[in-house]
C-alpha cells in the first residue's frame, strides 16, 4: 500500500504519481474507451461506467496481493495518464509496465517522466530487480521513449498483436534495475 512516506518518492516536482481516487472514474472510463488505444492493449470489449465504478471503489493498491498497481499521472493536480504494473512476479522481483497519457497532454515529457518514477518507486520502496514492457513495433514515440528511459531492447515477437485481420510485430523490452 501508498503511504505519505512515499509520496516523495511518487513526485519529481513536476510530475507526481498518486492512488486511484474516485474521481478518477470517468477519466478511467474514457482511456478504457478509447478504441485507438486497444491495438496496444490486450483490450477486447468496452467498458461499462460500474464497470469502471467498481474497479475504482474496490481497488487494492497492495501490489503484492493484487500483483498489480496502477497509479494516476498528475500535474499541477490534474491527472493526465496512468501508469501500470501489471503480472507482479514477487519471487523473481519483476512486472510489466503500461503508460497512458490522454490526448491533450502527449508529447510533453509526462509519460517519461512517470517511467523514472516508477523504476525508482519500484527499486527504491519494493525492491524490484527489473521492469518489462511489449511495445508495437510500429509505436516509434514509445519505442524512443523507453529507449531514453534506460530500457534495452531484449526481444522481438513476431505476429504477436492482432488489429482486425492482420498482424504485428512488437519488441520486448526490459530495464534492469540497479
Same mark, same amino acid.
Request: aromatic share 10%; net charge negative.
Given at each position: 500500500?501508498?503511504?505519505?512516506?512515499?509520496?516523495?518518492?511518487?513526485?519529481?516536482?513536476?510530475?507526481?504519481?498518486?492512488?486511484?481516487?474516485?474521481?478518477?472514474?470517468?477519466?478511467?472510463?474514457?482511456?478504457?474507451?478509447?478504441?485507438?488505444?486497444?491495438?496496444?492493449?490486450?483490450?477486447?470489449? &468496452? =467498458?461499462? *461506467? #460500474?464497470?469502471?465504478?467498481?474497479?475504482? @471503489?474496490?481497488?487494492? !493498491?497492495?501490489?503484492?496481493?493484487? %500483483?498489480?498497481?496502477?497509479?494516476?499521472?498528475?500535474?499541477?493536480?490534474?491527472?493526465?495518464?496512468?501508469?501500470?504494473?501489471?503480472?507482479?512476479?514477487?519471487?523473481?522481483?519483476?512486472?510489466?509496465?503500461?503508460?497512458?497519457?490522454?490526448? &491533450? =497532454?502527449? *508529447? #510533453?515529457?509526462?509519460?517519461?517522466?512517470? @517511467?523514472?518514477?516508477? !523504476?525508482?518507486?519500484?527499486?527504491? %520502496?519494493?525492491?524490484?530487480?527489473?521492469?518489462?514492457?511489449?511495445?508495437?513495433?510500429?509505436?516509434?514515440?514509445?519505442?524512443?521513449?523507453?529507449?531514453?528511459?534506460?530500457?534495452?531492447?531484449?526481444?522481438?515477437?513476431?505476429?504477436?498483436?492482432?488489429?482486425?485481420?492482420?498482424?504485428?510485430?512488437?519488441?520486448?523490452?526490459?530495464?534492469?534495475?540497479?
Amino acid at each position: 500500500m501508498i503511504t505519505d512516506t512515499d509520496t516523495q518518492l511518487l513526485s519529481d516536482g513536476t510530475v507526481t504519481l498518486r492512488a486511484l481516487e474516485p474521481a478518477d472514474i470517468d477519466t478511467v472510463l474514457e482511456w478504457e474507451n478509447d478504441t485507438r488505444m486497444w491495438t496496444s492493449a490486450t483490450t477486447a470489449a &468496452p =467498458f461499462s *461506467r #460500474r464497470n469502471i465504478e467498481e474497479y475504482v @471503489l474496490t481497488y487494492d !493498491a497492495d501490489i503484492f496481493s493484487a %500483483r498489480q498497481l496502477r497509479l494516476m499521472i498528475c500535474v499541477d493536480g490534474v491527472a493526465v495518464g496512468a501508469a501500470d504494473l501489471f503480472d507482479f512476479d514477487p519471487v523473481n522481483r519483476r512486472a510489466g509496465i503500461g503508460v497512458v497519457v490522454g490526448e &491533450p =497532454f502527449r *508529447r #510533453r515529457g509526462y509519460a517519461a517522466r512517470a @517511467l523514472a518514477l516508477l !523504476a525508482r518507486y519500484c527499486r527504491d %520502496r519494493i525492491g524490484m530487480h527489473q521492469l518489462w514492457a511489449i511495445v508495437r513495433a510500429d509505436n516509434a514515440s514509445s519505442r524512443s521513449m523507453l529507449a531514453a528511459a534506460g530500457y534495452d531492447t531484449c526481444g522481438r515477437l513476431r505476429s504477436w498483436l492482432r488489429h482486425g485481420t492482420t498482424y504485428t510485430d512488437a519488441y520486448l523490452y526490459q530495464l534492469l534495475l540497479p
